[in-house]
């Protein structure tokens, strides 16, 4: 019988949930408001409720679920999955989530799993995605912040302690500006989203023609996605930031590739919509600056998975871990 | 029957070997000439007569020996070890190494391993040095250049094609100075030996007092190991010059633990003669950059196993991949 899973993908506004069939086809698809201020109990029923919700929809009983995954912001330690480092989700620190949610699911021979939601999105390019048929990827998230989630052999690469995967904080100028995390010159001070808009002001205040510099005047706030649109029209200066982010993310790139020998880096996130305006530069930085054996062969590429794959990923790692746990060593 | 196995350890100037027992004990050391201007079958004739010699003084006869590994600089791609980036043998490029080793020790039940001399040495640290019961650690290689070996999930980590690791060429400063290889800003154009004596010579220059300047105005070209030496002496400048060494040192270290979260970062190599003068520094900078939850229970150490960490190495790997290559899934 063909087997299915529900995956849960826990954000900082909503918890997002479907049925996932065998091949990584989404059978049902739910969200529902995560309501993180309600604290801890509620909002792990609320998981329970998502999952439940995209069984039914799905119309799959209970028996024919072989797996619920969770992916989520943060690094999850051990068998319980205590948490650590959940912004969106301060009163979970510390506590055994994953213990609790198999609690909570009330379904004794239910596997759950709980990873890193990066984690799990860069699982699910590698099983339907991009990364299809690929052992060795990473994948960076660009948002608010930047993310990253590794597959090495096939499997998640959590490290040690389930840290593995800071791709945000990367040193890129060992003096450079304060990242959010209190350190100088990390990767996501230069390329995230907001570290865009910062310097498209710089730009607009230093005398730079830009469709934008009335929006920055009047402190309308254009943002990353504005200033991608501005680019895909043809403004200039856009365009340089663009490529300058670009030539940002090719030197992370570099590191990666001659680090772990991936075959395949993937990008995801709002800056993707950039297009070869973001992708062309990455690429000429990456290769100027990697070994031909570590580049020519990998692959540079921007996820078209959408907003699914947090949710496709977390079903499909279940899946992956339930088939393979039998014979998996201890992590 | 206690299994052992010979271990070679390929440099440009001399091929070391030794038998190695199941526990890493050496049971015989051999070393003689390189001879890498004789040609691909001269050294590969010179290898096999270098594991020959160590099996004799070890009183072994070849059936008890259970498998030879060779370790050497460069990358080595697939099941046939094809060469690249061999700095030492460039003849070799391009070539089937470990094919032809295999051929060349005829003995057809005989696993030959090739992998490449940081990785092994990582491994040996795993196996019987400061990483002994560590399944996830990094070993960086301080000498001329800046090389790297990765033990993830208790495997040298070799990536798709054999190029992981490559930790000496890891962006430090975007815009920097040129490095070897030809990219700016390399860690090894900051961190290496020559790069220390590079920085004492513009010390000297810019009139900071040191016992070696008068070597310096005189061309005595004083490297690495004298600056350490003066360090330990006293010298205030060689002491600041290898406190900014570790301070690059410990960039890297960060970059190591977010990325990877592996257990424990080892540095060996003529530079750590230094001790805690580098070692603090390093400490230092990779604390206060790396997350807490990468950090806190990481362990950074030098090497203590000398220079048999090669060939000791190179046999643990080699008796580690006959004992696991029939549950192994395909690298």
Redesign the interface.
């Known amino acids: 019988m063909a087997r299915r899973a529900i995956g849960v993908d826990l954000g900082g506004t909503n918890i997002k949930a479907g049925a996932v069939a065998e091949d990584g086809a989404l059978l049902s698809r739910v969200a529902i408001p995560t309501r993180g201020g309600d604290g801890h109990d509620a909002v792990v029923a609320r998981i329970v409720r998502a999952a439940e919700m995209a069984r039914a929809e799905a119309r799959l009983p209970w028996s024919a679920v072989a797996a619920v995954g969770v992916g989520s912001p943060g690094?999850f330690?051990g068998a319980d999955g205590v948490v650590?480092?959940s912004p969106n989700l301060k009163d979970m620190e510390g506590k055994p989530l994953l213990r609790t949610l198999r609690r909570a699911f009330g379904r004794p021979g239910l596997p759950v799993a709980l990873e890193n939601d990066a984690n799990v999105a860069a699982y699910a390019e590698s099983w339907v995605g991009v990364g299809r048929r690929c052992?060795?990827m990473v994948l960076f998230t660009l948002g608010t912040g930047i993310g990253?989630g590794?597959v090495?052999?096939g499997e998640i690469?959590?490290?040690?302690?389930?840290?593995?995967?800071?791709?945000g904080?990367?040193?890129?100028?060992?003096d450079g500006i304060r990242c959010a995390?209190g350190?100088r010159g990390c990767l996501e001070a230069y390329a995230s989203a907001p570290a865009l808009a910062r310097r498209l002001r710089a730009a607009v205040a230093a005398g730079q023609p830009t469709v934008l510099a009335e929006a920055v005047r009047r402190r309308q706030a254009p943002d990353a996605r504005d200033i991608t649109l501005a680019a895909r029209a043809g403004d200039r200066t856009c365009r340089a930031l663009l490529t300058e982010t670009g030539?940002y993310l090719g030197?992370a790139v570099?590191?990666?590739?001659?680090?772990?020998?991936?075959?395949l880096v993937v990008f995801t996130g709002g800056l993707t919509a950039a297009g070869a305006l973001l992708l062309d530069p990455i690429r000429r930085e990456a290769r100027?600056?990697t070994?031909a054996?570590?580049f020519d062969?990998?692959r540079i590429l921007f996820s078209r998975m959408g907003n699914d794959a947090g949710v496709i990923g977390a079903a499909g790692w279940a899946l992956h871990r339930q088939r393979a746990l039998p014979r998996r060593?201890t992590p």
Not at 157 to 167: C, F, I, K, Q, V
């Open positions: 690094a330690e650590h480092h052992r060795h990253g590794l090495l052999d690469w959590r490290g040690a302690w389930g840290a593995a995967a800071e791709l904080h990367m040193n890129l100028f060992p995390c350190n030539r030197i570099m590191n990666v590739l001659s680090m772990l020998n991936v075959e100027r600056r070994f054996l570590a062969r990998a060593r």
